[in-house]
């Protein structure tokens, strides 16, 4: 048996400071992949985490979206979960939960997104194997899906739209597509917005429109596609944005809105920016509590469709490698990565997030 250490960073409780803590790293049992990591997504429901707005089961390696190098492989691993052969020194980008196979939506509904006993693994085992990604070693667990990232795929371009892209994959796919030509509003360009700009546009969105701020994050979004943006540190108040979006779309509204802003607010605005007969995908409530008031008769008089996405299944992280792989060099993927902490600085990283700092940081255990 091999011996490691390794350190992590826990989330204790809420609104408290990260603990650091050091604890043995076991080698992989059978079915198992120990991965050194190198490349921890800071994501916006992070931040919830710690700020207290989804409840813990307890102290929590935070971390959810993760590149790592293979550091061993457990007894009866050859491949990933696509059936490519991997090895030892492999680059892996890996689903933060497995799927029970035991439940109505795994067996029944085929959607493993929706597994009712797979949320807890999101959180990772503050003290033993985790599969999270604040700490220098992750232990995918048998039956966890994971994928190798291709040679010629910077893991900077992978880690820059984290969980954003898989989880806008989804979206996409449960929205029912973009077609050429369709009017598009995101709402947010943090990871989760930047994602849904990029592949409405490789959708052929027009206008593909991005409220958000600050400025060097609308400056990525126009990079990755957006032909209008709208600064809401300039433009403050939602019925000028919304008198702006109709004036960029003939007047009719946008044919489909996506809530990127991870902000409550931001539905009851979203609202207000579809055209008759358009499509409105949530995407980045799924960690923000609070309500706003709604009328009704809207939704029913201009025959609107309100469509709910949360988390991804194993076929979107594997596509996400592949549009990842097919567009980086055109769009600036890898250059999203604007900040790098260490584990012992993960406490800064939630700031400098909660405080739109960042385009995209890491915890880069390896630097």
Not at 161 to 166: E, F, S
Not at 254 to 277: C, K, S
């Amino acid at each position: 048996m091999t011996q490691r250490t390794g350190k992590r960073a826990v989330l204790v409780a809420a609104n408290q400071p990260l603990e650091i803590r050091e604890r043995p790293v076991a080698d992989p049992g059978p079915g198992e992949v120990l991965a050194r990591v190198t490349h921890g997504g800071v994501c916006g429901t992070d931040v919830h985490f710690w700020r207290g707005e989804v409840p813990l089961p307890g102290p929590v390696v935070l971390g959810h979206e993760g590149v790592a190098v293979i550091d061993m492989l457990g007894a009866g691993v050859s491949t990933d979960h696509a059936g490519t052969p991997v090895a030892v020194g492999d680059r892996v980008y890996w689903q933060p939960v497995a799927p029970c196979q035991r439940c109505y939506a795994c067996t029944v509904l085929g959607d493993v997104s929706m597994c009712e006993n797979a949320f807890a693994g999101v959180f990772g085992n503050a003290d033993g194997p985790t599969t999270a990604s604040y700490c220098d070693y992750a232990t995918l667990r048998a039956g966890l899906p994971f994928y190798r990232v291709p040679d010629d795929t910077p893991s900077d371009a992978v880690i820059a739209l984290g969980c954003a892209l898989p989880t806008m994959l989804q979206g996409l796919e449960r929205l029912g597509g973009i077609r050429p030509g369709m009017s598009v509003v995101v709402q947010g360009c943090g990871p989760v917005g930047l994602a849904a700009t990029l592949l409405a546009h490789l959708s052929g969105a027009a206008p593909l429109i991005v409220i958000g701020a600050p400025a060097r994050r609308l400056a990525v979004a126009r990079q990755f596609g957006a032909t209008h943006t709208l600064d809401m540190d300039e433009l403050s108040d939602a019925a000028a944005r919304t008198a702006r979006v109709r004036e960029l779309t003939g007047a009719r509204g946008a044919d489909v809105v996506i809530e990127a802003a991870g902000a409550v607010p931001a539905f009851g605005e979203g609202l207000q920016l579809i055209a008759r007969g358009g499509r409105y995908l949530i995407v980045g409530l799924w960690s923000a509590p609070g309500t706003v008031p709604v009328e009704p008769r809207m939704i029913n008089n201009l025959n609107l469709r309100i469509i709910g996405t949360a988390l991804s299944q194993p076929r979107h992280l594997y596509q996400a490698l592949q549009v990842v792989q097919a567009h980086h060099r055109r769009f600036p993927l890898a250059a999203a990565v604007t900040h790098r902490y260490r584990i012992e600085d993960s406490q800064q990283a939630l700031e400098a997030v909660a405080r739109l700092e960042t385009v995209k940081a890491v915890i880069a255990p390896a630097t």
